[in-house]
């Protein structure tokens, strides 16, 4: 392996809380190098996510809650769908695109979370999730989880 560039922090940001197929979903940006996001490419590829999350979205193991981050990359744009089930476990399907085309996000098939910087957003996603919803036990408290946002 040979490191292309070094490790330099992104832009990143929470953008706005999104319903998807049954699910509030918290969006975040990561942006290389000051790169745009446009909000087509965001809604082709939020078009392009719903039909992977499990329905109902809702279910007594499946909170219906969870984030997602558009992110343009240095090379192709990624879009990484995550959502809680079966209690405590984070599900995720990644979505790729190039950058020439907004409408052109396909489903990642090799096996990944996201790379070194969405993973700072699921750290967090994870350690908010843990302290609002599984903290103590009986009904959680779903709005409280949504309200936890990374800077």
């Known amino acids: 392996m ?3 560039e070094p490790f330099a922090p992104r832009e ?8 998807l197929a049954g699910y509030r979903l918290k969006l975040y940006t990561v942006r290389y190098a000051g790169r745009e996001l446009s909000s087509e490419a965001r809604d082709y590829a939020l078009s392009a ?12 193991s499946r909170p219906g809650v969870g984030f997602a ?3 343009a990359g240095r ?6 769908l995550a959502w809680w089930d079966e209690e405590n476990e ?7 695109r190039s950058q020439s085309d907004v409408r052109e996000w ?3 098939r090799y096996h990944t979370v996201g790379c070194v910087w969405d993973l700072e957003i699921v750290a967090f996603e994870r350690d908010a999730y843990v302290a609002t919803v599984l903290a103590r036990a009986g009904e959680p408290v ?10």
Not at 75 to 80: A, L, P, Q, S, Y
């Open 2 to 4: 040979r490191v292309s």
């Open 12 to 19: 990143r940001r929470f953008e706005q809380l999104v319903e």
């Open 49 to 60: 996510a719903a039909p992977l999350l499990p329905q109902p979205a809702c279910t007594d």
């Open 69 to 71: 981050i558009h992110h």
């Open 75 to 80: 090379g192709m744009d990624f879009f990484v």
């Open 90 to 96: 984070l599900c995720t399907r990644v979505l790729a």
């Open 106 to 108: 396909r489903e990642v």
């Open 142 to 151: 779903l709005d409280a989880y949504l309200r936890a946002r990374l800077g």
